[in-house]
């Protein structure tokens, strides 16, 4: 939803493409997104074998409420959120990059998460 916020109304294909999920995935994505009000999808005008995903004023409520969330959530930490956000996407874009099958996926997905040292605050 956040995508569409920002870059507007687009295709599912577009969308998929952007989000890097396959054009199934999205679909489905979209399905529950659509039964609960927060986009809608319309036949697109130049080619009607596409739909043209627009976020809807529920859409954008959320996404506002889930950056306020976000904020206080990490009003506490001592990371800059938009920090954050960019080291969060440059992460998932390397495992995007770096898996090359469902069954690679499906071990990352899988692992189990790290400890944290309730001590030092870091990663074990």
């Not at 927060?38 to 809807?56: N, P």
């Not at 306020?68 to 800059?80: C, F, G, K, N």
Request: cysteine-free.
């Amino acid at each position: 939803m956040e995508v569409l916020s920002v870059h507007g109304p687009m295709t599912q294909a577009q969308l998929a493409q952007l989000v890097r999920v396959q054009a199934q995935t999205m679909g489905k994505t979209l399905s529950r997104l659509e039964a609960h009000g927060h986009i809608s999808r319309e036949r697109s005008v130049s080619d009607r074998r596409s739909h043209v995903v627009t976020l809807t004023d529920r859409g954008r409520e959320a996404v506002v409420a889930a950056a306020d969330m976000e904020r206080s959530v990490l009003a506490a930490a001592s990371i800059d959120p938009d920090t954050l956000r960019h080291e969060l996407q440059a992460v998932v874009r390397e495992l995007a990059n770096r898996i090359s099958s469902t069954e690679d996926a499906k071990d990352i997905v899988d692992a189990p998460a790290p400890k944290v040292s309730a001590d030092a605050g870091t990663l074990s």
